[in-house]
């Protein structure tokens, strides 16, 4: 479908009730629907914003255009949690009636100021001849909606594009920081810093300064914490040109580690590292709770076509990962919560040899010696995921070549890591996998749109335990 302006910018204020559900029986139509990931009711999920502890739960926000499985008219949906596992559904959030927020409500972040869940999110508008404007804008929650509480920063500082979005705030010792992705006017991609003491007023600080000048034409989604007394900076950069095993999506998401010194803007940082090998991962956000900080990511990229688009409905959020900083590289595990999902072993075998039946949704470990070996997933007919390792190269790779409908193949069907391996924490769903490499060293998060018949997994190589569970 081709979709025009005027079906991109339609508001869920002005979509029939009739004509939802039509949109949500076609959905649910879908043979790819999620078991236990976060997914839109119908149409577009992107972006995870505001994602906060708040009054006893998390409380997490999507990107969210309800009409079909394009970037339109971008809404926010709200989920929350106690456990990371269990979500409600709690509806739309925002829906953009403002002039600021006139062509979306882009992404932004969420905090807690005086018992009240706040955020700062980027306003999208466009003039008569479609010109740009953004605009970061704040709200709070009350009674499941976002209000809007102030128009924070109404203009783009000088030196940048109107590609200025994705706030993110935190506070130290009273004062509120903010971080922006921005274009500069030669378009390459950097962030900028704000700060302000009341929420009103912002004052611009300045580009946060780093070692990469030239790295990309915009940087999105930036975030910005402390663990263990290093400051990690997440952001997904636009325009990386592909380079051996690295950078071959259409677009990253990554992180620097070091000092960013507020004083002077000046991060002092090692080399940018991505965050996820695989094939659909971007845009990920960050919050603190007792000590744990946990990452959400969108489990998609953008202008891709995925094969869920038929039915009326695109990508989903991935599963919460809690982050450590070992040795200057950022582990990343699934939150132990998950185990709450288990329902009961369908493996559990040492063998060099295995081949069973397996459910549509599971959990697997496998404990390897570092030898070779040569895993199948969803393996149905000529259909399946391979993932296959050689000690000789340290080479691990993801081969979704013939698993089930082929699609972005532009961008190639496999991904490879450089790494020592000898173990795989596997979270299968029923069109997506998310692979732990060796208690998180690596991780690798992809689509994957399998036949519907029953489905299989294959085991062939060293000696390996795998343990598998069933998930409701």
Request: with cysteine.
């Amino acid at each position: 479908m081709n979709w025009t302006k005027a079906e991109r910018y339609r508001s869920l204020r002005d979509v029939s009730a009739l004509e939802m559900e039509v949109l949500r029986t076609k959905t649910a139509a879908s043979p790819w629907r999620f078991g236990y990931h976060i997914q839109p009711p119908t149409g577009l999920l992107n972006d995870p914003n505001g994602f906060t502890y708040y009054d006893g739960e998390y409380h997490l926000f999507y990107q969210w255009f309800p009409l079909g499985p394009v970037h339109g008219l971008k809404h926010w949906y709200h989920v929350s949690s106690t456990d990371l596992v269990h979500w409600t559904d709690r509806g739309v959030a925002l829906v953009p009636e403002t002039k600021e927020d006139s062509h979306g409500a882009y992404s932004g972040s969420g905090f807690v100021v005086d018992d009240t869940l706040h955020v700062m999110y980027t306003g999208n508008h466009r003039t008569d001849d479609w010109t740009r404007h953004a605009s970061q804008i704040i709200g709070v929650l009350r009674d499941g909606m976002i209000e809007r509480r102030n128009v924070a920063i109404p203009d783009i500082p000088a030196g940048y594009t109107e590609h200025f979005r994705d706030p993110k705030v935190w506070e130290v010792a009273g004062t509120f920081y903010a971080i922006v992705g921005a274009q500069r006017t030669d378009e390459t991609g950097c962030v900028v810093l704000y700060r302000s003491t009341d929420l009103n007023e912002w004052t611009f600080l300045g580009e946060v300064k780093t070692e990469l000048e030239q790295f990309g034409y915009m940087w999105e989604c930036p975030d910005v914490f402390e663990i263990n007394g290093q400051h990690v900076l997440i952001f997904s950069p636009q325009g990386i040109e592909a380079s051996g095993h690295r950078y071959h999506n259409i677009y990253q998401s990554g992180y620097l580690t070091g000092h960013l010194d507020l004083n002077t803007n000046v991060f002092s940082h090692g080399t940018f590292e991505e965050l996820d090998f695989g094939f659909d991962f971007y845009a990920p956000q960050t919050t603190e709770h007792n000590g744990r900080r946990i990452l959400v990511g969108w489990m998609g990229l953008p202008e891709i076509e995925y094969p869920t688009d038929r039915y009326g409905w695109a990508h989903a959020l991935t599963l919460p990962r809690e982050l450590s900083l070992e040795d200057g590289m950022l582990k990343q595990r699934p939150v132990p919560e998950m185990k709450k999902l288990r329902q009961g072993e369908f493996v559990n075998e040492t063998d060099t040899y295995l081949e069973i039946d397996t459910p549509e949704r599971y959990e697997l470990e496998l404990s390897s010696t570092g030898e070779d070996f040569e895993l199948e997933l969803m393996k149905t007919g000529d259909e399946s995921l391979v993932i296959r390792y050689e000690k000789e190269a340290r080479e691990l790779t993801i081969d979704r070549t013939n698993a089930g409908e082929p699609f972005a193949t532009e961008f190639g069907t496999t991904r490879t890591k450089v790494i020592d391996v000898t173990s795989l924490h596997l979270f299968v769903d029923s069109s997506s996998v998310e692979c732990f490499v060796n208690d998180g060293d690596a991780v690798a998060t992809l689509r994957v749109f399998p036949s519907d018949n029953e489905k299989r997994i294959r085991y062939v190589g060293a000696e390996a335990s795998l343990v598998g569970w069933k998930y409701e």
